[in-house]
């Protein structure tokens, strides 16, 4: 079993539609998360943190279930320019910990 | 202020000669991070350094593949006796100190192993 898994999709949504992503990691002390955007042949870019109290910025909205292990990202309101790969990322602690990238959930968003 | 900066963007080489890739984090960074990618793939971890401590090498393919950190700032990803299935973009990323800071990554350099 992967460290960080992510349904890979693809997801193929309208504009104007909301769309939510899990990914689910295996080790509990895993200590901070994030979401990355990948768009085609770039590198990846920080979307947002993920904070325990769960944390929204415009249209994106992350939260976290420590008990189940798992983050989610929720896009409302999609964008074509929201097509991308999202990837998962969990950070193991300590003063600069390794990460774990998962391998993305791919988004098409069309008009 | 500057990102993480890599070089070259892109290079050709043949089967079975020796290909060093650079990485110039971001300055102040204590954390090091290379990367695979093959097209259509998620990231594969190769190496990983903090500060002054040992390398985390658990990700490194084969005794092929070594990478070193000078000073604490610049890395060099070496790739000895390249191989066609070393064909990937190669990712740097960078991050401060912190459990909670994210990483930033580099443009990459694009391997082609003909």
């Known amino acids: ?111 | 202020g500057a990102g993480v900066s890599q070089s070259p963007s892109n290079k050709v080489t043949e089967k079975g000669k020796d290909v060093e890739l650079r990485c110039d984090p971001i300055s102040g960074h204590t954390a090091l991070y290379w990367y695979r990618q093959s097209l259509g793939q998620g990231l594969e971890f190769l190496i990983y350094f903090q500060g002054n401590s040992a390398p985390d090498k658990s990700g490194l393919p084969s005794d092929r593949f070594s990478a070193e950190r000078t000073g604490g700032s610049v890395s060099t990803l070496t790739i000895q006796r390249t191989q066609q299935e070393d064909s990937a973009v190669y990712l740097c990323a960078s991050r401060a100190s912190g459990p909670y800071n994210e990483q930033f990554f580099g443009p990459g350099t694009r391997l082609t192993v003909l």
């Open chain 1, 1 to 111: 079993r992967k460290e960080v898994e992510q349904d890979p999709g693809p997801f193929n949504v309208p504009e104007g539609a909301t769309v939510a992503f899990n990914c689910t990691y295996s080790n509990s002390a895993s200590q901070s998360f994030f979401w990355y955007r990948q768009d085609c042949r770039k590198e990846p870019k920080l979307l947002m943190s993920v904070y325990s109290s769960g944390n929204e910025d415009g249209r994106f909205t992350a939260q976290l279930n420590r008990a189940s292990q798992y983050i989610s990202l929720l896009i409302r309101d999609s964008k074509l320019s929201d097509s991308a790969t999202y990837l998962c990322v969990v950070n193991k602690g300590g003063n600069a910990g390794k990460s774990t990238f998962g391998d993305g959930t791919t988004l098409t968003v069309k008009p």
